[in-house]
């Protein structure tokens, strides 16, 4: 995925690129304590132990920083997704395995991506971030519905993009429910599951045997 527009280039040294990586994970602990709209610098380079200097020669404000801590996120949750299928794999077993790494991921990063829904709402170029996060899930997940009807495996007469932007809508909503928004108590193998059957039921990929 192409680098935000709100971050500079990285730095060119490894003790450049120590001090910034040390600024991002001091500046999420201190997001997820606090908010994104609360948090000042002051409280970042606090928590980073660096000077105000430091921190302005890595990032420019904290609009700056707050994208560098989601591109990090991102990294984390873009899993392999669904990834290539075998002729001898089992393609709903594979729908779980990427669905539950998805979930997995989601959870981890729960409180940034409540977050970035919140500061979406008010900023125009974070909306334009989360809807690049989106557009690139939809994507490699059209790519392998794309692969399973070339396969005979999944229905042929769906638009692979338009179902993948449905499916996984669907999954990144039910996510932020139940991991932002603290829906009804649900385990995570119940989660897995249930979007599984979903997932396999609107492709009409035939069980196993």
Not at 46 to 59: L, M, Q, R, V
Not at 78 to 84: F, I, K, Y
Not at 105 to 132: C, H, T, W
């Amino acid at each position: 995925m192409a680098r935000s527009g709100l971050l500079r280039e990285l730095p060119v040294t490894e003790r450049g690129l120590r001090t910034r990586a040390a600024l991002i994970a001091a500046a999420r602990r201190v997001f997820e304590r606090s908010g994104y709209l609360d948090t000042r610098l002051i409280d970042i380079t606090k928590a980073a132990k660096c000077s105000a200097g430091t921190f302005y020669t890595y990032f420019a404000s904290k609009e700056e920083i707050f994208a560098a801590v989601l591109e990090l996120a991102q990294e984390d949750m873009m899993h392999p997704g669904m990834p290539h299928v075998a002729a001898e794999d089992d393609p709903a077993a594979i729908i779980a395995a990427s669905n539950r790494a998805y979930f997995e991921a989601y959870k981890r990063n729960a409180k940034l991506m409540g977050l970035l829904e919140q500061v979406a709402s008010i900023d125009p170029e974070f909306r334009v971030l989360r809807q690049q996060r989106a557009d690139a899930f939809i994507r490699r997940n059209a790519r392998s519905i794309a692969n399973l009807q070339q396969r005979g495996l999944a229905d042929p007469d769906l638009d692979p993009l338009l179902a993948s932007s449905a499916l996984s809508g669907m999954i990144s909503r039910l996510a932020f429910g139940y991991f932002v928004t603290g829906g009804e108590a649900a385990s995570l193998d119940d989660i897995v599951d249930t979007a599984t059957r979903l997932w396999v039921n609107a492709l009409r990929i035939a069980p196993r045997g």
